[in-house]
């Protein structure tokens, strides 16, 4: 099956825009159809209801293990890029005189708790410039954080110096899981948090967490439940599970999971390597006509984003989307944004080749 057919939206719009938010597949929309289904036929309290939802949860965990490559021990299920962003920033021991090293092109997603632990804790929060980060590394030091795909630009973290850097390093990689590879292990990082609505065309609502299992216990969770503790009967006593489940967002939605799972099932299909391969690589040729065509594109990297500027940039992506083709524009920049998948055809690409407007 066409990788292009499991998307109906693909029939009406040029679909450019995972990176906010990912097309439906077909497939998926039928596996949380089928929950939603069952709960509304058969109730949703039996225990073979709970067994199934968990199931489908831990299902989920070592399918994103298999992509990160790790081991599914060190993954957590959350909410959102943020929710991962939030256990890590908020669980290490940090204080007054510690420092954490971020970039300026940062999505406000890291940046509001990067504040938040700054306000708190009086954490020094330091900014420089994307591409400086690891030689900005200091003796206060204490984390790196930033993304691994820049939300702006679409350039690319130099992970093999930051893992160098000699500080712990926590991604940001809504623009990283399912766009591009993001082997854990070979990018030398600590933390990893991710988002499951973006590249993975899965339910808003769902994020994961890389812990590497030496980190595990550097982090004191900042929330916990049922599900976070091994024996629910000794909950007050606080007997954590092992692993990075103890980071768990909370109690897996079984229609979110079947929808996870089956999203990755059309992804994976031919490949993850594959759809990493054709959505960068259609992403470097869409750069190079939107520049042929007069427009100042922004320096990007190997990756599926690709930005230029305009005059009005939100007037801009109205009027794309007007003719069909769906974009984004970023506030506070010059610039509108694509953001191109496998899903995408040359066909597209020329479209807003030919449609976008310099700035």
């Not at 938040?116 to 030091?141: C, I, K, W, Y």
């Not at 030496?214 to 599900?227: F, I, K």
């Not at 993850?272 to 470097?284: K, Q, S, Y």
């Not at 990297?301 to 005059?311: N, P």
């Amino acid at each position: 099956m066409d990788l292009r057919s499991q998307f109906p939206v693909l029939e009406r719009l040029a679909y450019l825009n995972a990176g906010s938010v990912g097309p439906v597949p077909r497939t998926a929309a039928d596996a949380a159809g089928a929950e939603l289904r069952d709960a509304l036929e058969n109730g949703r309290g039996a225990k073979e209801q709970f067994d199934r939802a968990l199931d489908l949860g831990e299902r989920l965990r070592v399918r994103i293990a298999g992509l990160f490559g790790c081991e599914a021990w060190e993954v957590a299920l959350t909410g959102a890029t943020t929710d991962g962003v939030n256990t890590v920033i908020s669980g290490l021991d940090l204080g007054r005189g510690d420092e954490i090293l971020t970039s300026d092109e940062e999505h406000p997603g890291l940046l509001a708790p990067l504040g938040l632990a700054r306000r708190r804790r009086g954490v020094e929060v330091r900014m420089v410039p994307f591409g400086d980060l690891a030689g900005e590394v200091g003796p206060r030091t204490r984390l790196v954080a930033c993304s691994h795909v820049s939300w702006l630009t679409g350039r690319v973290a130099d992970t093999a110096a930051l893992a160098a850097c000699g500080a712990p390093v926590l991604l940001d990689g809504a623009q990283g899981l399912g766009a591009i590879p993001v082997p854990v292990r070979e990018l030398g990082c600590d933390y990893y948090a991710a988002s499951g609505q973006k590249w993975l065309c899965g339910p808003i609502g769902t994020g994961y967490l890389f812990v590497r299992e030496d980190r595990v216990e550097d982090l004191s969770p900042t929330a916990a439940g049922y599900g976070t503790v091994s024996d629910p009967l000794r909950a007050l006593e606080l007997p954590l599970v092992e692993g990075a489940a103890r980071f768990d967002g909370g109690f897996p939605a079984a229609q979110s999971s079947a929808w996870a799972l089956a999203a990755l099932d059309v992804l994976e299909r031919d490949g993850i390597d594959t759809v990493h391969a054709r959505g960068a690589t259609l992403a470097d040729e869409l750069a190079q006509r939107l520049a042929a065509a007069g427009l100042n594109v922004a320096p990007r990297g190997r990756s599926t984003l690709v930005s230029w500027e305009a005059a009005d940039n939100e007037a801009e992506s109205q009027r794309l989307l007007a003719a069909g083709i769906l974009v984004r524009h970023l506030p506070g920049t010059p610039y509108v944004r694509a953001s191109v998948g496998a899903w995408t055809s040359e066909e597209e690409l020329d479209g807003l080749a030919a449609a976008a407007r310099p700035g």
